[in-house]
């Protein structure tokens, strides 16, 4: 069974910085991961996803993956008191199983 | 776009009654999702549906747990005899479904379940 760990489990950091979340995974064969952002009250929406080794870029957001350690991370340049929320890294399993299986999140405050 | 809707918002129910939790997804997905959320154990998957057929329920509790997609437009996730540990935020999540490849999962506010 799939098992998804992340680190800090919270984070202070001040306006402007760099956020880097860190996310270990347990089966190699994991098609897909994904980092979902949420915040009080509210659902959980996905900011990036990543498939393939190495890194993808969108705006402030920047995920690596690395499959030969089992290790994702993200990181957010320029973070803003909006940031602030809980991030939660998310492996889709193999091929036809869609289900995806969280870690427990990483709660990020922005202080401004 | 309403987004993935969820009703009710919060439910409190009483040890030993039954909980109906509702949720429309998206127009035009065709994979729903029903996860859990606590403090404790974070967010867990329950089940899922494609084409309204249900595919993996490996997450559901056994017993008193049920789940149906009786249309396109809505799913229900049903709890017997509820208990205290029952309560928890339940979320649905709604998808496109093609091949082998991955989309995003939308996900609805919730319903807060509360048993007393």
């Known amino acids: 069974q799939e098992k998804v760990q992340q680190s800090p489990e919270s984070l202070i950091v001040p306006e402007g910085a760099m956020v880097s979340l860190n996310c270990s995974f347990s089966?190699?064969?994991?098609?897909s991961i994904w980092w979902y952002q949420q915040h009080p009250g509210k659902g959980p929406k996905a900011l990036i996803?990543?498939?393939?080794?190495g890194n993808k870029k969108e705006g402030r957001l920047t995920v690596y993956l690395n499959r030969a350690s089992l290790h994702v991370s993200l990181h957010i340049k320029d973070s803003q008191p909006s940031d602030s929320a809980v991030y939660l890294c998310a492996v889709m399993n193999t091929e036809g199983a869609d289900r995806l299986t969280f870690g427990k999140g990483t709660q990020l405050i922005i202080q401004p | 776009n309403a987004g993935v809707i969820q009703t009710p918002r919060h439910k409190v129910t009483g040890k030993g009654q039954e909980a109906t939790l509702w949720c429309e997804p998206i127009s035009g997905h065709s994979a729903v999702f029903w996860y859990r959320q606590t403090i404790v154990q974070g967010l867990e998957f329950l089940t899922y549906?494609?084409?309204?057929?249900?595919?993996?329920d490996s997450g559901m509790p056994k017993e008193r747990f049920s789940a149906q997609m009786p249309n396109q437009s809505h799913s229900t996730l049903k709890i017997q005899s509820t208990q205290p540990q029952d309560s928890a935020v339940y979320l649905c999540?709604?998808?496109?479904?093609?091949?082998?490849?991955?989309?995003?999962?939308?996900f609805g506010p919730g319903t807060r379940l509360t048993v007393l």
């Open positions: 089966d190699s064969a994991s098609q």
């Open positions: 999540a709604s998808s496109f479904h093609w091949g082998a490849a991955s989309y995003e999962q939308y």
């Open positions: 549906f494609r084409n309204q057929a249900p595919i993996d």
């Open positions: 996803s990543i498939f393939s080794n």
